[in-house]
């Protein structure tokens, strides 16, 4: 019987493995303007308690030709998620994308992504960095940190 059930698992695994295609190329990374539009309106603080924060814009195609997830890491003083997101607004003001959409992967997991980093002049934060994901499907927090790692 464990035979069977192992077996049976083996061909699930290997027929998701199939079926798993690449996601599809954007045709641009959003602009800045369009993420500025949409307005960031999500943050989680960084679970080992530092002042790294996570800031969201779930699901939006932001005039391009796929849906994207925009993720703003940065080092904001405070405690409350209302005062992170408004610092993560006034933050977008001073970005730049610095890629073309590059496929990366995380655990298996493709994904196009776009990196955005602050201009040379602005010095509000200790470490700001923006990334835009497609498809627009990356909750976990860990994976995120790991793919902005790969980004810098």
Known sequence: MK????AGLLIA?????????TPTKPNACPSISAIKSVGINEARKEEDGGAMWYSFIRKNSFGTNVEWEFI????FNTQKSSEAIKMANASLSSMNTISEPVLTEDNG????????????????HGYLMGLALSPADWIEIPAIARIISKMR
């Open 3 to 6: 035979t069977k059930i192992f």
């Open 109 to 124: 997991k493709e994904a196009w992504a776009c990196a955005y980093f602050p201009s040379s002049a602005d010095q509000t």
């Open 72 to 75: 703003l890491r940065g080092d």
């Open 13 to 21: 695994a290997a027929a998701h493995t199939a079926l798993a295609v």
